[in-house]
């Protein structure tokens, strides 16, 4: 029988101004159940027993493909509008609605692993074959090479590792994009960077007390 997903207990949007989802500072945000087994969950670092990369990216295609769901999420010009919802195993989910131009700025997911599938519209990651120390330093040079860029059309998912460091942006000047991300273990910081050129700037520290 095929999986569906279903929403429920949806929360007013937060007030204009309050935190956003991680890396996703938008217009407004609501809660939603959407929860699936974990089929094959295989062990992690530190002998964690939670979903694998290959099982979130499994999570986040099948919940891009329920047009249902994808339908509910308001959409907003004038920002990105969100739904948690309850990922397997115990990961954070997200689903996310991206106006024309916005973008995440670069950061990373310290040691959660993730994965991400465009739902409808393209996005566009930017990111970093190479993994950053993960303290003792304020800026950086990167060297040739390490960029890395994807386009990921409606359908289209990628999975990635702890500290991954990359940008997400909707390129379209006249489309919207949506699009389902899920993390695990759930988020415990982002870093924030800014980057001119080859120099990479940490900028700020995010905890989930600043978007919860």
Same mark, same amino acid.
């Given at each position: 029988?095929?999986?569906?997903?279903?929403?429920?207990?949806?929360?007013?949007?937060?007030?204009?101004g309050s935190p956003?989802?991680?890396?996703?500072?938008?217009?407004?945000?609501?809660?939603?159940?959407?929860?699936?087994?974990?089929?094959?969950?295989?062990?992690?670092?530190?002998?964690?027993?939670?979903?694998?990369?290959?099982?979130?990216?499994?999570?986040?295609?099948?919940?891009?493909?329920?047009?249902?769901?994808?339908?509910?999420?308001?959409?907003?010009?004038?920002?990105?509008?969100?739904?948690?919802?309850?990922?397997?195993?115990?990961?954070?989910?997200?689903?996310?609605?991206?106006?024309?131009?916005?973008?995440?700025?670069?950061?990373?997911?310290?040691?959660?692993?993730?994965a991400f599938a465009?739902?409808?519209?393209?996005?566009?990651?930017?990111?970093?074959?190479?993994?950053?120390?993960?303290?003792?330093?304020?800026?950086?040079?990167?060297?040739e090479g390490v960029?890395?860029?994807?386009?990921?059309?409606?359908?289209?998912?990628?999975?990635?590792?702890?500290?991954?460091?990359?940008?997400?942006?909707?390129?379209?000047?006249?489309?919207?994009?949506?699009?389902?991300?899920? !993390? !695990?273990?759930?988020?415990?910081?982002?870093?924030?960077?800014?980057?001119?050129?080859?120099?990479?700037?940490?900028?700020?520290?995010?905890?989930?007390?600043?978007?919860?």
């Open positions: 029988m095929p999986q569906t997903f279903s929403h429920s207990a949806l929360t007013p949007p937060r007030p204009p956003a989802p991680p890396a996703f500072s938008g217009s407004s945000g609501s809660s939603a159940s959407f929860g699936t087994p974990v089929s094959g969950a295989r062990s992690g670092p530190a002998g964690d027993r939670g979903p694998s990369a290959a099982d979130l990216l499994d999570f986040v295609r099948r919940a891009a493909a329920d047009q249902e769901l994808i339908a509910s999420l308001p959409l907003d010009p004038q920002g990105r509008t969100w739904v948690r919802l309850d990922g397997p195993g115990g990961s954070e989910a997200w689903l996310i609605g991206w106006p024309p131009g916005a973008g995440t700025g670069w950061h990373d997911h310290a040691e959660s692993r993730g465009t739902a409808s519209g393209e996005l566009t990651e930017r990111s970093l074959a190479v993994r950053l120390p993960a303290s003792g330093w304020r800026s950086l040079e990167l060297h960029d890395r860029e994807r386009r990921l059309a409606r359908g289209r998912g990628r999975a990635f590792g702890t500290h991954h460091v990359h940008e997400v942006r909707n390129g379209s000047t006249a489309e919207h994009a949506v699009s389902v991300h899920a !993390y !695990y273990p759930p988020l415990p910081l982002i870093r924030r960077f800014s980057r001119t050129g080859a120099v990479l700037r940490l900028e700020q520290v995010e905890r989930p007390e600043d978007w919860q």
